[in-house]
């Protein structure tokens, strides 16, 4: 079984900047896609980034491209959300999750991120 524990939540400002982490245990993630998805109040979750095993391929939602960038370091075990300019719809639950086939079969507790106008 793998455990993921997602860290970084937080209050900010419209504008700033939050860096969400992602750390895994219990197996050895690095052969997994990841992703960060989010949730916000009344609304369905949602792909928010998503990092293919290599950390070479990434996928943006229109929504976050340009000012979000998903990495991971599989030395240690755990992927990121570096999250820029943010707006007051990018308030969520923030998820991580991993993919080891062809589904999202592992999920994180989830962190919040509230942004304020």
């Known amino acids: 079984q793998v455990q993921l524990v997602e860290s970084g939540g937080g209050l900010v400002q419209a504008g700033g900047s939050l860096r969400l982490s992602c750390t895994a245990s219990?197996?050895?993630?690095?052969?997994?896609?990841m992703a960060w998805f989010r949730q916000a109040p009344g609304k369905e979750r949602e792909l928010a980034a998503a990092i293919e095993w290599t950390g070479t391929l990434t996928l943006y939602a229109e929504s976050v491209k340009g000012r979000f960038t998903i990495s991971r370091d599989n030395a240690k075990n755990a992927v990121y959300l570096q999250m820029n300019s943010l707006k007051p719809e990018d308030t969520a639950v923030y998820y991580c999750?991993?993919?080891?086939?062809?589904?999202?079969?592992?999920w994180g507790q989830g962190t919040q991120v509230t942004v304020s106008s």
């Open positions: 999750a991993g993919k080891p086939g062809s589904f999202y079969d592992y």
């Open positions: 219990g197996r050895n993630i690095s052969t997994y896609a």
